[in-house]
């Protein structure tokens, strides 16, 4: 049985972590303070430094968990044999969608706070994670499209996360419950990468 200092000491950390989160989807990660969190958490900005080195730290605490399950689901899609390699892309971005969606308020925090360049190496642990999903996103593409000079995979790669970034951005504001809002508009975002999937190819050409 915990003792009534560890309880404590688990309520304050788990205080501290909900005040980041909140701050920093209202805010973003790099207007948020570690004074305004602690304010927020109803601790002393020097108590905070009891559970958390520092602000990297938190976003690591609030980034990793949910990065990590998305990333073993990707994996998992990407081993099935019986898929095609269109049909896994299909399925890894509808999966890669429904997180961000399901995540709206921090999503952007999951994958752009503190990022760095896809064709550089991360130092951070978060950007090494970010890097693995979007390594093992190359990797379906380069399937799809047979592409084996790397800055021409590195090239579609990225265009065609964009493509995924801005379906998120069309309907990150939505109300309507998530698994309604993927049943309606599935149809759309498939039909969306068959396109953008004939366009490359036909570039390649």
């Known amino acids: ?36 969190i602690a304010k927020d958490a109803g601790c002393s900005h020097t108590a905070i430094y009891l559970y958390f080195k520092d602000k990297v730290t938190l976003l690591h605490q609030l980034s990793l968990p949910p990065l990590h399950q998305l990333h073993q689901k990707l994996q998992a899609i990407a081993k099935v044999d019986s898929l095609s390699s269109e049909r ?24 752009n706070a503190k990022s760095s360049r896809v064709d550089e190496k991360p130092e951070l642990e978060v950007n090494q994670l970010r890097l693995e999903i979007f390594e093992l996103l190359k990797s379906i593409i380069r399937e799809n499209l047979s592409i084996s000079n790397d800055e021409q995979l590195l090239a579609f ?37 068959e396109i953008l999937l004939l366009g490359s190819q036909e570039k390649l050409k």
Not at 100 to 109: E, Q, S, T, V, W
Not at 167 to 183: A, K
């Open 157 to 193: 790669s990225r265009i065609f996360y964009y493509q995924l970034n801005g379906v998120l951005s069309t309907y990150s504001y939505q109300h309507e419950p998530l698994d309604i809002l993927m049943e309606r508009l599935k149809p759309t975002f498939n039909l969306a990468i």
């Open 88 to 111: 896994k892309l299909k399925e890894i971005s509808l999966e890669y969608i429904s997180f961000c969606l399901k995540n709206r308020n921090m999503y952007d925090i999951f994958f």
């Open 1 to 36: 049985m915990k003792s009534k200092q560890e309880q404590r000491s688990e309520e304050t950390k788990k205080l501290i972590l909900e005040s980041a989160a909140n701050l920093f989807a209202q805010k973003g990660y790099d207007a948020v303070t570690i004074r305004e």
